[in-house]
Structures are given as structure tokens and as C-alpha cells.
């Protein structure tokens, strides 16, 4: 049967050790110089796909989801999503809790078909909004969710990232989520 040039499906098992590399790929490049090198080597795909194989066989309560983009039958792209775990965002705020694009598939709309099924299947479940953090420093993700739709709402977060407690900043963008507005395409 013919697939479709570009695609987003829901996870299986199956796809986590693609989803592993593709995770590995982007937090590599996301958070280089931003953690300590035992930190940044620990980014390794078999990791990331042993989490994902797991999280896929006992998912947490409520609505979690993994899906992946997919460039033919290859898995190009990641998003997970569930409910916001921030104690001022109330119970009906989804959060997307990962989402990352293959460096080598950027540019080609799998982040914004991503990020658009995310906000389908959390609005299908209930929620009126959606949330995303983002490093501080990287522009160019933070210019691709306010493209999309998502603002700064002014909360930010010093997130651990090594065993030494040494932090990377976040911001936290938002989008309130009604049957007349949805996060745009945007990249």
C-alpha cells in the first residue's frame, strides 16, 4: 500500500529506538554547553528508547501520549505529551513535554504536524490549554512555538541538569486551546 510522504501516527513500540536517536540527536545539539560533558554524554538513544519502550508498556495515569512524524515508514520526529504538571496551570492545561525534529528533517512541517496532532488529542481530552518550556536560549524553538501560536505567559524555571545541581533556565510558552483557535502552522 502507499504511505503518505509525511505523516504523524501515534508510537509503538516498534518505533522507540528510532524515537531513541531521534531524542538523543536533538538533546545532543539542544543542550551542548548548557550541561556538564558526563551529562551530555549520557544522551545516548538506547536510554532514551529503553524510557520510551517502558512508558509505552505502564503509561502514567491520564492522557500520555507518544507520537512520532514520520518522513515514508521512517520515524523523523518525536512529540510527548501530558497534563502539565506546574501547580498554577489547574487540571485543564496539556502539556507537550517533548518534541524534536532529526536535524536532517527540520524545516519540512514534521514539527508543525506534530505540535498540531499534540494539541488535537489534548483538546479531545478536555483541555483549554496547552504549555511548552523551552530553554531560554534557543531562539529559534521559541520563535517556531510563538510561529505556532504559544506566548511567554512570564513563568520561567530553573531546571537541575547535573549531578552537581548546576541549571539551565526555561521559559514556559502558552495557547489557550477552543474550537476557534488552535496553534498555527508554523515551520
Known amino acids: 500500500m502507499p504511505t503518505a510522504d509525511a505523516s504523524v501516527r501515534a508510537a509503538g513500540t516498534n518505533d522507540v529506538p528510532a524515537v531513541g536517536q531521534v531524542q538523543a540527536l536533538v538533546w545532543q545539539e539542544a543542550y551542548d554547553g548548557i550541561v556538564p560533558p558526563q551529562v551530555h554524554a ?14 509505552l508498556r505502564t503509561p502514567p495515569e491520564g492522557v500520555h501520549r507518544l ?31 517533548a518534541l524534536g525534529v532529526h536535524p536532517m528533517h527540520r ?11 499534540a494539541v ?37 524555571r530553573d531546571r537541575v541538569v547535573s549531578p552537581e545541581d548546576d541549571t539551565a533556565r526555561e521559559v514556559r510558552l502558552v495557547a489557550t486551546l477552543t474550537d476557534d483557535v488552535t496553534p498555527e502552522a508554523g515551520g
Open 42 to 55: 549520557a544522551f545516548d538513544p538506547q536510554s532514551f528508547a529503553a524510557a520510551w519502550r517502558d512508558s
Open 67 to 97: 507520537l512520532v512524524a514520520c518522513a515514508g515508514e521512517q520515524v523523523v520526529g518525536f512529540v510527548a505529551i501530558g497534563p502539565s504538571q506546574d501547580p498554577d496551570t489547574g487540571q485543564t492545561t496539556g502539556e507537550v513535554t
Open 107 to 117: 524545516r519540512q512541517g514534521h514539527g508543525s504536524r506534530l505540535l498540531n496532532a
Open 120 to 156: 488535537d488529542i489534548l483538546r479531545d481530552a478536555g483541555a483549554e490549554h496547552v504549555a511548552v518550556w523551552c530553554l531560554v536560549p534557543h531562539e529559534a524553538v521559541r520563535a517556531f512555538l510563538t510561529a505556532s501560536g504559544l506566548e511567554p505567559d512570564g513563568a520561567y
